[in-house]
Nanobody, 117 residues
């Protein structure tokens, strides 16, 4: 059993920065990948950044060059560093874990990010 808890959300002005954290507990050795997702009101949830056990990363085109996903394996924490934030980045951000399957099937409760202009 894996549990995920997000933190670090808040209110920031356009152009500012924020760092989100995803803390994993439980059977963390079974995690093969972590993905950060976001969902804005009236929009579909989307994957914005992912990292696998080997350290490979991927990003949505909308955040490339602005967001960076990283990990502290010793602490079982994955971070999402968000720079040059835009109002359209406003959303609830969720982290999710996958094991052997490609499907993200373990989810945290989310953290709100609001970017003002």
């Amino acid at each position: 059993q894996v549990q995920l808890v997000e933190s670090g959300g808040g209110l920031v002005q356009a152009g500012g920065s924020l760092r989100l954290s995803c803390a994993a507990s439980g059977s963390t050795l079974s995690i093969n990948g972590i993905g950060w997702h976001r969902q804005a009101p009236g929009k579909q949830r989307e994957l914005v950044a992912g990292i696998n056990r080997g350290g490979s990363t991927n990003y949505a085109d909308s955040v490339k060059g602005r967001f960076t996903i990283s990990r502290d394996s010793a602490k079982n924490v994955v971070y999402l560093q968000m720079n040059s934030l835009k109002p359209e980045d406003t959303a609830v951000y969720y982290c999710a874990a996958r094991g052997l399957s490609w499907v993200y099937n373990i989810w945290g409760q989310g953290t709100q990010v609001t970017v003002s202009s």
